[in-house]
């Protein structure tokens, strides 16, 4: 099993940043990859962004690139989320997962509530 811990989400005026983390633990693989996914209230969970641990290969959800970028902490074996320029549209509760591929979807973390005010 793999235990995921999510941080950083919060209260935002639209133009500012957060930066979100998910630390991983547990039966990981080096070749895993962290996603991140956003669910905004009345819509289905959206891929963001993913990452793979092994070599840094990152994609991003159109919505968000240029904006958001993700990065992974081999060290501490954990990913963030930079997220700037944020607009009212990313509100959201933010998961991460892992797993294998581009779109890890295995494991998943508990959500952390990004909410970006007008």
């Known amino acids: 099993q793999v235990q995921l811990v999510e941080s950083g989400g919060g209260l935002v005026q639209a133009g500012g940043s957060l930066r979100l983390s998910c630390a991983a633990s547990g039966r990981t693989f080096s070749s895993f990859s962290t996603g991140w996914f956003q669910e905004a209230p009345g819509n289905e969970r959206e891929f963001v962004a993913a990452i793979r641990w092994s070599d840094g290969t990152t994609n991003y959800a159109d919505s968000v690139k240029g904006r958001f970028t993700i990065s992974w902490d081999n060290a501490k074996n954990t990913a963030y989320l930079q997220m700037n320029n944020l607009k009212p549209e990313d509100t959201a509760v933010y998961y991460c997962?892992?797993?294998?591929?581009?779109?890890?979807?295995?494991?998943w973390g508990q959500g952390t509530l990004v909410n970006v005010s007008s």
């Open positions: 997962a892992v797993g294998h591929g581009s779109y890890p979807t295995a494991f």
